[in-house]
């Protein structure tokens, strides 16, 4: 990780926030969790199991490419769960939900950023995702600073997605590391490393540790929830 450097929260910022809200919000005794064995959504349910500890009252694992899930939610709502966190992509977590509701399973369904995009509105359909809720480590693009959601709307016609204020902002690093005349590879990492500075979209002030990940005190995780068939901000998870 001598280049690489990340412009939000990792696993280790959206797990435990996660957990914190299921917890604290939710208020959930027993909860189910359930990866798709990806790097991303395996590593995520990890840390979630991790930190609610006894809360979770089983787990279970799907397949990439998986369409059918009528064993786990067997084992769901055998289970008791009122909570169940998903690690994994919109993909599977789509036909999952559907399936679950389907089923007569109640509880909340969370999962993180992987299922926090548009399809997984619209392919599950609003009678089945509504209430769900998806975790980022990131704050409402729509809510971004200065001029920038204006700014994108002239541009491209539409509101501003998922993490695209962020882009923003880690591109104008690169472009004020050439504007200073950087134009070596090693001249433009060492800018990067060395910067502490407020992004103007997310107010974010980016700085990396020697990993190249976000400085723990700047990371920003909200839940948003699935309401009247979009994704609504519902809060900012706080910090433990």
Known sequence: WTIFHRGVGNDFSQGPAAARYIKDTLKAQKVFVVDDQSAYGAGL????????????????????????????????????????????????????????????????FVGGDGIYDANMLSVTGNADVEGTVATCPCAPATEAKGTFVQDFQAKYNEAPGVYADVA?????????????????????????????????????????????????????????????????????????
């Open 45 to 108: 349910a990890d840390i979630v199991k991790e930190d609610l500890a006894a809360l979770v009252v089983a787990s279970d694992k799907a397949t990439d490419n998986q369409n059918e899930f009528g064993g786990i939610i067997s084992k769901v709502k055998t289970s008791g769960a009122t909570a169940l966190f998903y690690g994994g992509y919109t993909e599977e977590a789509s036909p999952f939900l559907k399936q679950l509701r389907a089923s007569g399973w109640t509880g909340t």
């Open 168 to 240: 923003y902002d880690v591109t104008k690093i690169f472009l004020e590391a050439i504007g200073e005349g950087k134009s070596t590879r090693e001249d433009i990492q060492a800018f990067i490393t060395s910067y502490n500075k407020a992004g103007p979209a997310t107010g974010v002030t980016y700085q990396w540790d020697d990993k190249g990940e976000l400085n723990p005190d700047q990371v920003r995780v909200w839940a948003y929830k699935a309401t009247n068939g979009e994704w609504a901000p519902d809060k900012e998870i706080p910090k433990a």
